[in-house]
């Protein structure tokens, strides 16, 4: 891997966004190998993934801009759809995803953040949808999400204005999580995995269906789900030896992923 780096500590997996000369600048190389890391982690042993940005200025700038500004119509839309159907892969990975956003956080990088299950952030970030600046819209699934994240209202106000935000006016909008000094961004970020991955696996992926597919339906479509996927974790190795050592007081955390 040229353009991403890979790590496991424990049941968690770490991808770091690594062109730090050009900010991690998100170009297609490195959505491929982004991509094909996806496909080859065994999600059965790792439980939680973290993706975060290679030193200390940018989780990542953005797409690459050079790589875009020559492109036709017709090249702009492949490059859309594939950008699109990596932010849903992300989206809609089995393990929870969280994006740890150390420093900058623009365009198609907030796209990708938007795309995890929550964003925590450092004190230095930067946020922000640029493209209407540049002459175009986000093409990666931002007008959607961040409607999604902090409410259509602030999302176009944030899409109309092209404005950079920092970490303080992320927190009070809901775009994130929660803001930590730059410094023990990573620990909280691994403390947090790991307090994820400590949970019934097959429960939180459920969580995670549910939760995921269930934001675009009705409430009784989504409540339906909810219903197909909570069966489904009983009768599970994990459900049986949870509920049995509860009622004898007893905290479980033996969890087998079975």
């Known amino acids: 891997m040229e353009f991403i780096r890979y790590e496991e500590k424990g049941r968690v997996g770490i991808i770091t966004l690594s062109r730090e000369e050009s900010l991690n600048a998100l170009c297609t190389p490195m959505l491929r190998e ?23 200025k940018a989780f990542a700038a953005g797409a690459d801009i050079e790589e875009m500004s020559d492109m ?7 490059y859309s759809l594939y950008g699109n159907s990596l932010m849903r892969k ?16 623009l365009g198609g990088a907030c796209e990708m953040s938007l795309s995890c299950d929550f964003r ?20 990666w699934g931002g007008t959607q999400r961040m409607a999604r994240a902090v ?6 106000q944030i899409m109309y204005t092209a404005r950079n935000f920092k970490a303080d ?5 809901g775009l994130v999580n929660s803001v930590h ?15 994820i991955s400590s949970n019934a696996p097959i429960a939180v992926r459920a969580c995670k269906e549910a939760s995921t597919r269930g934001i675009s339906m ?18 599970t190795y994990d459900q049986r030896n949870a509920m049995k050592a509860f009622m004898n007081k007893e905290k479980y955390t033996d969890f087998q992923n079975r």
């Open 120 to 139: 925590i952030c450092s004190d230095n970030a930067v946020f922000g949808q640029p493209e209407a600046g540049l002459g175009i819209t986000p093409g």
């Open 90 to 105: 992300i989206e809609t990975y089995p393990i929870p995803v969280i994006a740890a956003v150390n420093g900058y956080c």
């Open 34 to 56: 982004i991509d094909k890391l996806l496909d080859e982690i065994d999600t059965d042993e790792i439980r939680c993934l973290i993706i975060t940005g290679a030193g200390k």
């Open 181 to 195: 000094p730059q410094e023990e961004l990573m620990d909280y970020a691994l403390k947090l995995a790991e307090k």
């Open 169 to 173: 006016e992320a927190l009070r909008i």
């Open 218 to 235: 009705d409430l009784d479509q989504a409540c339906k789900i909810e219903s197909d996927l909570f069966s489904s974790c009983i009768g």
């Open 151 to 156: 409410g259509i209202a602030m999302a176009k």
């Open 72 to 78: 036709s119509p017709v090249e702009s839309r492949k």
